[in-house]
């Protein structure tokens, strides 16, 4: 390998590793703005919506290890976890949330399978659904073992977000039709 081709592969090396970084503390922002809700210890955050978004310009590789660091900084106690919730690193994982939390790695590799250059709308609303869902059923399955109960893991953990859900698909998918192609071309 010429001294060219190697440098140019470093290059690209470093721009998907500060892409994963990125991807990661994005998401770290985004657990900051938590607003709790009563009658359940899930508070709505943006961390979803930037899951999604990680997931979807960085694609299934990139996005997953973005959120794989992500979970890493918050179990080995980082503040990058939604500070509402008591439980701090690992321990997080455990609690309420871990299920949320846990599901993010899947949740960032389904969108960004999904989500590819030049997709079509629906394509990128498929992809974004589907992370979505993952991760709900990541929250729902965590909680349904801590109450005992899947219909009361229902209530407390899918039905008071899927509002904010539908808004998120609404604001996602346009974004991420837009910007996919662009972002990925300089991945």
């Known amino acids: 390998m010429t001294d060219v081709a190697l440098g140019v592969r470093r290059a690209a090396l ?3 590793v500060l ?18 809700l009563p009658g359940t210890p899930v508070p709505m955050t943006l961390q979803p919506m930037a899951v999604l978004l990680v997931g979807g310009l960085l ?18 106690g ?35 399978t999904v989500v590819r250059e030049g997709s079509s709308v629906w394509r990128v609303a498929c992809g974004v659904l ?5 991760i709900h059923l990541g929250g729902l399955a965590q909680l349904a073992i801590l109450t005992g109960s899947i219909s009361g893991a229902a209530r407390l953990a899918t039905w008071p977000f899927l509002l904010g859900d539908l808004l998120k698909l609404v604001i996602l998918v346009p974004v991420l039709t837009r910007l996919t192609p662009t972002i990925r071309a300089r991945l």
């Open 19 to 36: 892409a994963v970084v990125l991807g990661a503390v994005l998401v770290a922002l985004a657990a900051q703005v938590a607003v709790p």
């Open 78 to 112: 980082l503040p990058v976890f939604t500070p509402t919730v008591p439980l701090v690193g690992f321990a997080r994982l455990l609690g309420p949330t871990g299920g949320y939390l846990l599901a993010y790695p899947v949740a960032a590799w389904a969108v960004g």
């Open 130 to 134: 589907a992370g979505l869902v993952l």
């Open 14 to 16: 470093g721009v998907q």
């Open 59 to 76: 694609g299934p590789r990139l996005g997953a290890l973005s959120m794989i660091l992500y979970l890493a900084m918050g179990a080995a």
